[in-house]
């Protein structure tokens, strides 16, 4: 029996559990993968303290020092969650039934298809939704980017330095993100534009070999040779394993209270994941911080002690 069961480990995950530890519950962090969305950037600049590091970095500071509180790290995914008539909560991954008394989704965001012929065929055999994972795979080739916003400006640069060629795709005339990221990637020589335009198909034999873009404003199509598909369309939230134990919006974000606790007692949500129009590591880091805390002071009102809220290790 965990007192807290942490579900993500990314930024959100990783500071929930340092504050858990500190008030010696006993804290288990299940993830896919290390890092979550931190994997996909390549590297932050307004994390305070640090005037620019990796993802790999900071990610690895962060386990750990959650590693020496002495917080376990699974890698697996959690298929289901049960509300048990005690109060407490059951928690089904691939491998394991694990229980718990209270449990945070920190589970962030996931990528968004483009539901084109191809995409999931191909998904693996030269389509990807993180370049900075899967862009060292392709050396000197053709690689086509799709999106307006700052994880496609973002992933075009990275790929420009090691690609051949990078055709930027984006169905508007202008784009989304920072001045600062379109004027980089502006400036790079083996970057096209490929604006008002949209891939309709990604075609090959036993890996990406071509796409097919289509220019919206004049109706014109035009076949484009490429080794690797990079989509960075946006990010959705996977919340159903919590539908019966949750609200949320139109976008499947969690809906929370001033604590972070979803409407129902025990479970908590914080990060990407949560309603919110910002979507930060700073944001992200801050929610897990009151839902821990808030999971402490749950417990102990639960157990009819006091629900003051301290730091051990200063107090």
């Known amino acids: 029996m965990y007192d807290l069961i942490i579900i993500g480990s990314g930024p959100a995950g990783m500071t929930a559990a340092i504050y858990a530890a500190r008030r010696e519950m006993k804290t288990l962090i299940i993830g896919k993968e290390l890092g979550g969305q931190v994997i996909w950037a390549s590297e932050i600049e307004n994390y305070p303290g640090f005037k620019s590091i990796s993802n790999y970095d900071l990610i690895s500071k962060m386990s750990e020092q959650v590693k020496a509180l002495g917080v376990e790290i699974k890698t697996d995914e959690v298929?289901?969650?049960?509300?048990?008539?005690?109060?407490?909560?059951?928690?089904?991954?691939?491998?394991?039934?694990?229980?718990?008394?209270?449990?945070?989704?920190?589970?962030?965001?996931?990528?968004?298809?483009?539901?084109?012929?191809?995409?999931?065929?191909?998904?693996?055999?030269?389509?990807s939704y993180c370049a900075n994972c899967d862009g060292p795979f392709y050396k000197n080739k053709n690689v086509a980017v799709v999106g307006g916003g700052n994880s496609a400006l973002d992933a075009a640069e990275v790929l420009s330095k090691i690609a051949k060629q990078v055709y930027l795709i984006h169905r508007r005339d202008e784009f989304r993100g920072f001045e600062a990221l379109?004027?980089?990637?502006?400036?790079?020589?083996?970057?096209?534009?490929?604006?008002?335009?949209?891939?309709?198909?990604?075609?090959?034999?036993?890996?990406?070999?071509k796409i097919k873009v289509l220019n919206i404003q004049t109706q014109t199509e035009r076949e484009v040779a490429v080794d690797g598909v990079f989509i960075e369309v946006g990010r959705i939230a996977s919340t159903d394993i919590i539908a019966d134990l949750a609200e949320r919006d139109e976008k499947n974000q969690i809906l929370v209270d001033e604590k972070f606790m979803t409407k129902t007692p025990g479970l908590?949500?914080?990060?990407?994941?949560?309603?919110?129009?910002?979507?930060?590591?700073?944001?992200?880091?801050?929610?897990?911080?009151?839902?821990?805390?808030?999971?402490?002071?749950?417990?102990?009102?639960?157990?009819?002690?006091?629900?003051?809220?301290?730091?051990?290790?200063?107090?």
């Open 268 to 315: 908590f949500a914080a990060g990407d994941v949560v309603r919110g129009e910002f979507k930060q590591i700073t944001i992200a880091c801050g929610q897990a911080t009151i839902a821990a805390l808030a999971a402490y002071q749950y417990l102990q009102l639960k157990q009819g002690k006091s629900g003051m809220v301290f730091d051990r290790a200063k107090h």
């Open 182 to 209: 379109l004027d980089e990637v502006k400036n790079k020589t083996n970057i096209e534009l490929l604006l008002n335009s949209e891939i309709k198909e990604i075609t090959g034999a036993n890996k990406v070999e």
């Open 79 to 127: 298929q289901k969650i049960e509300k048990n008539e005690d109060g407490n909560f059951s928690l089904f991954t691939s491998k394991d039934k694990l229980e718990a008394k209270t449990v945070l989704l920190a589970i962030g965001l996931s990528p968004r298809r483009l539901a084109i012929p191809g995409e999931q065929e191909f998904s693996g055999k030269g389509v």
